[in-house]
């Protein structure tokens, strides 16, 4: 598992030695709960138990009797590849006093079961805030600023709240459902670890449990500040458009409005005006090969266009794309593309 703060890669198999095997199921329980392993070993938050405690103790025993059944594998993991502080174990009761609340989900009586249901498994069993929401200095969630996106991994996890602007304001709960099913709706694309979210996991969830989690993000206010538009020099502009006009449009369409489920709108697309152009520069750099579900066979791609653009074509495009049919967003420099584009 890639981490900002080193390589975290667990064996989670029964196997007796270099897995679990010798766990029992009040280890594992603790370990969920607390962060702290077999044998009394604190867990790097990498691992999100501070989501994890929150799931109940029948979804706990489950997932226990789950891992079990899997094929025990004997594989010595490297060792934890750390820089100081933060290979320095104890450090981690210092981490939990000041950002780690331990408890089980307690449902709000005063909202529908769906909404608890939805908020369980955003805020628990699925940790959506591992990604989508932003991280302090130390690594931990900025709770003010819960899943209104965040970097990770050379991705920008998107806003996920009601925002109108960057997040989910203009999907319906049937778009959501759609989309964490199928990875395409009407909207957008499933694309990079999103897009293995939904080929591994949500895809395999029960719709009832999709809209629950539906429910709850549509009850996120999130930012709702008012659309400005980003003043773009026009020449810019204009070199954008040419850009956009010979390698985007004969799949995105000349008025940005794609074809969906294949090629996804552009205009109108929140994704397309996240605070951050880290998932856009990356989508053009490398590509993108969308999720093939049980529902969807046909996975949507995208080709790799780092052979043909620079990294100041790739801005222009992404500024003209930014700002364009009804979008506003920061300009993009060439800087912010060489820094995803690999040396």
Request: contains cysteine; glycine residues 8%.
């Amino acid at each position: 598992m890639g981490a900002d703060v080193g390589h975290v890669p667990p064996n989670i198999t029964p196997d007796k030695q270099t897995g679990i095997g010798q766990w029992s199921e009040s280890d594992f329980k603790r370990m969920m709960r607390t962060g702290i392993g077999h044998g009394g070993k604190r867990l790097y938050p990498a691992m999100p138990y501070p989501s994890y405690t929150k799931m109940n103790d029948g979804d706990l025993s489950d997932l226990w009797k789950y891992l079990q059944t899997v094929e025990p594998v004997d594989n010595e993991v490297t060792a934890n590849q750390l820089p100081f502080p933060f290979n320095i174990r104890l450090s981690l009761v210092g981490w939990n006093l000041l950002n780690f609340s331990e408890g089980e989900f307690k449902p709000d009586p005063d909202k529908s079961l769906d909404w608890n249901r939805g908020k369980y498994l955003v805020d628990g069993a699925a940790h959506c805030s591992t990604c989508h929401t932003p991280k302090n200095l130390m690594g931990a969630d900025k709770v003010a600023q819960s899943l209104q996106g965040a970097s990770l991994q050379g991705w920008f996890a998107p806003d996920i709240t009601n925002s109108k602007r960057t997040g989910l304001g203009s999907w319906s709960e049937d778009d959501i459902v759609t989309y964490l099913e199928t990875g395409v709706n009407a909207k957008t694309v499933a694309s990079g670890p999103m897009a293995e979210a939904v080929q591994n996991s949500t895809s395999k969830m029960e719709k009832s449990d999709l809209r629950a989690i539906a429910e709850y993000l549509k009850s996120l206010p999130g930012e709702q500040e008012a659309s400005t538009q980003t003043p773009v020099a026009e020449n810019v502009m204009e070199l954008g458009r040419a850009v956009y006009r010979d390698n985007c449009s004969a799949c995105h369409g000349s008025d940005g409005k794609g074809s969906l489920p294949l090629f996804p709108a552009l205009a109108g697309n929140q994704i397309v005006v996240q605070k951050s152009s880290e998932t856009l520069s990356r989508l053009i750099l490398f590509g993108s090969q969308g999720v093939a579900t049980s529902q969807r066979p046909t996975a949507p791609s995208m080709p790799s266009l780092a052979w043909r653009l620079s990294d100041q074509q790739i801005a222009d495009v992404l500024t003209y794309v930014r700002n364009s049919w009804g979008n506003s967003a920061s300009v993009v420099s060439s800087d912010e593309v060489s820094q995803v584009r690999p040396r």
